[in-house]
């Protein structure tokens, strides 16, 4: 069992948002996801996914809507980072359309029980608030 140092940038915005994270590498990409929500100061209330070399995951919706992903519950981050350096990504709101990358920093032999953020830059934007372009016409406003 690892820690993995994690750096979380949300895509399209300058300057930059970021969060740093220190996080089990046995941690599944659902648990990854709920640490991404609460470092950056959101409430999970959209839909979500992660997508590495073509394979995406997350739930599948339980109507049958949308493409199926292959369950984020059942994938560790020790699975999907095999070298520093390694991204994959994650989307979040389906409508505003957040894209953020997720890139291995660093390994550490020493195990981490519970997630913590190390470091981050600016303030998230807020739910709902339209996207990139419609959170540049929020800090406009």
Not at 40 to 66: A, I, Q, V
Request: hydrophobic share 35%.
């Amino acid at each position: 069992m690892k820690t993995y140092h994690l750096k979380i940038s949300l895509d399209g915005i300058e300057p930059e948002i970021t969060r740093e994270i220190k996080i089990n590498s046995q941690c599944t990409l659902y648990e990854l996801h709920a640490v991404i929500q609460i470092s950056m100061g959101w409430f999970s209330c959209h839909l979500h996914e992660f997508e590495k070399d073509g394979e995406r995951y997350g739930t599948n919706d339980p109507d049958g809507w949308g493409e199926p992903v292959i369950s984020e519950h059942s994938v560790s981050l020790s699975d999907m980072f095999k070298r520093r350096g390694s991204k994959l990504s994650y989307l979040y709101d389906f409508g505003d359309d957040w894209l953020h990358t997720v890139k291995l920093v660093d390994i550490d032999d020493e195990p981490i029980i519970y997630p913590v953020c190390v470091e981050g830059k600016r303030a998230c934007p807020p739910e709902d608030v339209g996207g990139v372009y419609g959170y540049m016409d929020f800090l406009e406003i």
